[in-house]
């Protein structure tokens, strides 16, 4: 299927260079090669040698985690081995399996490149600032700085991010709390402790959907679970205590499947029509925001827009976070930007040799959007 954004054109990013041998020379050590991650501009924090990535304000994404063990344990010690007694041992096969999908599909979406652009190099910058100042006037800068391309023969206008000093790519935001540019910038979600963008959407819609499954299913378990203790004329206090973790559990699962349910159905309809949360609340292809505009990126097919944003080929990550600087960079770095490997595009005016390219597509010609 084709994308019905713009297509990544393979990186031309310059080759990273190789790290200088370790020798028994003291300064040689001292000049050892760093890695982008070290000196990454973001708010984020890196871990396992820049491999995990995440936000620096992770949020409440521990109590997230602290959640899902803790109610999952409860539900495994306390329900699981009466219920296997008393109904069947699927019980605890299929709260395993989906226990097992929600947790990885949590730790890849907190954990994960949500698709965070590089920022320009100064050179970068100081193309694009004379491309946008053509008067040679340095001091004017008309606010805001915005220029209009056409997706799908719809103009669509992109912001100047002063903090990246680039064009945004369409869709792209810039998230305050991560202060990086995201494209196809959705949310940035402190339940998951990351920004959820192009390179993590499907999973944080796969970790909310199968969350809905496992608290619904735990909340009917332990709901059975005590119904079958308190048969008999015992009572459900009878049961409570008997089962104490039940308690617990029902508890959690009752506040929180109702907001998890919402959620997921709420994603349900950004998926299937192809906008992300920050379009929806802006209000940008709905009218809200008066110009009253059909939304671009949509496939008009409700399956269309599900394949093309759940099942397309994943991005690649932009910001090279394990490459090496340049040795001479490497040495005087620390505060300043590294010359991250970033995207330019057509519609981007950023230039540069280290950038792949983002090329516009017109792929909502009915011919091409039919032809995947
Ligand atoms: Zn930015
Ligand atoms: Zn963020």
Not at 213 to 219: E, P
Not at 280 to 307: F, M, Q, T
Not at 324 to 350: H, K, M, R
Request: net charge positive; proline share 9%; hydrophobic share 35%.
């Amino acid at each position: 299927m084709d994308s019905c954004e713009y297509e990544q054109i393979e990186p031309r990013a310059r080759p990273t260079p190789a790290p200088t041998p370790p020798t028994r020379d003291g300064r040689e050590e001292r000049r050892r090669p760093r890695r982008r991650w070290e000196v990454f501009p973001g708010k984020n924090r890196f871990c396992c040698g820049g491999r995990v990535i995440m936000a620096r304000q992770s949020g409440v994404f521990p109590l997230t985690l602290g959640l899902i063990l803790l109610t999952c344990g409860l539900f495994f010690i306390f329900d699981c081995p009466f219920l296997v007694q008393h109904l069947t041992s699927c019980i605890p096969a299929i709260g395993g399996v989906l226990f097992l999908f929600v947790l990885l599909t949590l730790l890849r979406t907190s954990f994960s490149d949500p698709g965070i652009l590089p920022r320009a190099t100064p050179d970068e910058a100081a193309e694009v600032e004379k491309q946008i100042d053509g008067s040679g006037n340095a001091s004017y800068r008309p606010p805001p700085r915005t220029l209009e391309v056409a997706i799908n023969q719809q103009p669509v206008k992109l912001k100047y991010c002063f903090t990246c000093r680039m064009f945004r790519p369409p869709r792209t935001s810039h998230c305050s709390l991560c202060d990086n540019c995201v494209e196809r910038f959705d949310h940035h979600c402190p339940w998951v402790g990351n920004c959820v963008g192009k390179r993590n959407y499907r999973f944080f819609y796969a970790f909310i959907v199968s969350l809905s499954f496992l608290t619904a299913f735990i909340f009917g378990c332990v709901a059975t679970h005590l119904a079958l203790r308190a048969q008999g004329g015992r009572g459900l206090v009878f049961a409570l205590q008997e089962s104490p973790g039940s308690a617990v559990e029902l508890a959690i699962c009752f506040f929180s499947v109702w907001s998890i349910l919402g959620l997921s159905g709420f994603h349900t309809y950004l998926v299937a029509s192809n906008v992300t949360t920050n379009e929806d609340i802006k209000g940008s292809w709905s009218g809200k925001s008066g110009e009253g505009v059909a939304n671009p990126y949509s496939h008009r097919s409700a399956v269309l827009n599900c394949c093309a944003t759940l099942c397309g080929p994943m991005p690649p990550s932009l910001i090279d976070r394990r490459g090496f600087l340049p040795q001479d960079e490497s040495v005087q770095a620390g505060d300043t930007q590294p010359p991250a490997a970033a995207p330019v595009s057509q519609i981007n005016v950023v230039g540069g040799a280290s950038r792949p390219t983002l090329a516009l597509q017109e792929p909502l010609n009915s011919s091409s959007a039919d032809a995947s």
